[in-house]
């Protein structure tokens, strides 16, 4: 469900049309819907609650750093989940009280480490012995008890992609399965830690509540085998992971979810951490284009867009579906014909669909690709030297640019020529 309709043939976020903020920002761009975003996090939030779930919806972040993207969600209660200290920075500065901010990752660094124990957030999850003893020194050194979960691998196959599946024993993430009372003996010797959770998260765009329940079940065992070794555990924290329909999937509904959660955990007696991302904000945003031109190869059409695979790398990194609807409605009696969408960056990997049939277009039209708002400005780079994709959110009959496109100035006044160049004509 989401908030972008065509209303009288021409396609709308929310009260706003896209060829009016396209007019006024330029393409491309990045469009997120408020009402979209806050409809998916109320029904997971009224999900949970009707489960029985004492739960805390922590937005992870990575997913669309965006400040205002995090702002909506926190002026709802969402906490956040970081996995870097940039992530920490745009929590807190978004508003999110550190007290609703869990610190995953596998590479955390002394100053990230650091910071995080300054900013006095919820919980740290730690994924290694090493970070353990490093977090220890570091809490003490700061007269600190901080609250740690042990991200524990479950060898669960999420089966997604996998580019996005991190659950199994041969990913880098968590501590595996047979270490796992080990590791918690060390952190409840330790000092300046207070062992009170357990986390796990098992892989992204999971499209089936079974890998869910068989993680579940095994958290469940591990909690009691750690109450017995007098580790007081009175957290989980369950990971993101819910799926969304980009081609036609049915994932998981959020009350399924919350049901499988409240029936193989509900009992523990545990407060509940959920860390959705695509979830909350995937179908509320697109990327919208304008059609370059239309080039005809030997044995195909190639439908020219001004978004890239640095706008929106989905495509390129996990041969991703996106559906590319017209903004103007195309009408029933046109026939839509098989083409190539591609973007102009040097790569053959720059294509965004293949022999997917289109209405007909021309240059100047504007195209959208749906689902966009996860992983998609988060992942945006300069790539071939195109500014960063600017991010427009709609609320009602209102639009804001919540990122500025950088001009071709500010973009190129990050680099610096040497000071043994600096004489050249184009010196500085
Ligand atoms: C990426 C990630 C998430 C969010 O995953 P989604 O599939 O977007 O819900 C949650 N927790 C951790 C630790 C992650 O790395």
Redesign the pocket.
């Known amino acids: 469900m989401n908030h972008f309709d065509y209303q009288d043939g021409v396609l709308f976020a929310e009260g706003v049309s896209i060829p009016r903020i396209a007019a006024d920002v330029g393409t491309p761009f990045y469009c997120y819907s408020t009402a979209t975003i806050e409809r998916h996090y109320t029904v997971l939030a009224e999900s949970l609650a009707a489960a029985g779930l004492k739960a805390t919806i922590c937005f ?1 972040c ?2 669309n750093p965006n400040l205002a993207v995090i702002r909506t969600l926190s002026r709802l209660g969402a906490g956040a ?1 970081v ?1 870097s200290e940039g992530e920490l920075r745009r929590a807190l500065a978004a508003g999110v009280p550190a007290e609703r901010i869990v610190f ?2 596998v590479g955390k660094t002394r100053d990230e480490l650091a910071f995080a124990i300054e900013s006095g957030i919820m919980q740290i ?1 730690v994924e290694s012995e090493p970070e353990l003893l490093m977090l220890s020194e570091l809490a003490t050194a700061a007269g600190r008890e901080i609250e740690v979960a042990i991200r524990v691998n479950p060898d669960v196959d999420a089966n997604t992609h996998a580019k ?1 599946t ?1 659950g199994k024993k041969e990913n880098k993430f968590g501590i595996e399965w047979t270490r796992v009372r080990e590791v918690y003996a060390i952190a409840r010797a330790l000092p300046g830690l207070v062992p009170v959770a357990v986390a796990c ?1 098992i892989g ?2 999971l499209t089936e509540i079974g890998p869910f329940r068989e993680a579940f079940l095994r958290l469940r065992d591990l909690v009691q085998v750690l109450r017995s070794d007098g580790t007081d555990i009175r957290r989980l924290d369950l ?4 799926g969304v329909p980009y081609d036609g999937e049915t994932p998981p509904s959020p009350a399924a979810y919350a049901g499988a959660i409240a029936e193989t955990l509900g009992d523990l007696g545990c407060s509940v951490l959920v ?5 909350l904000v995937g179908n509320a945003g697109l990327l919208v284009s304008s059609v370059v031109r239309v080039k005809t190869g030997a044995t195909r059409t190639f439908v020219v867009v001004d978004a890239a695979m640095n706008d929106l790398m989905r495509p390129a990194l996990y041969d991703a579906y996106h559906a590319i609807h017209p903004v103007t409605e195309p009408s029933a009696e046109v026939e839509a014909v098989p083409v190539d969408i591609v973007g102009p960056v040097c790569e053959t990997g720059d294509t965004f669909a293949r022999q997917r049939p289109l209405p007909p277009v021309q240059a100047g039209d504007l195209l959208v690709f749906a689902t966009a708002g ?1 992983y998609g400005a988060a992942m945006a780079s300069t790539y071939n030297s195109r500014p960063l994709v600017p991010e427009v959110m709609v609320n009602g009959n209102r639009f804001a640019v919540v990122r500025v496109r950088p001009s071709y100035e500010e973009m190129i006044a990050f680099d610096r020529l040497p000071d043994w160049q600096s004489d050249t004509k184009t010196g500085q």
Request: net charge neutral.
């Open positions: 992870a990575k997913a989940d996995v995953s990752g999850n996005i991190t998260h992204s765009q990971g993101g992971g819910l860390e959705p991302g695509r979830l996860a």
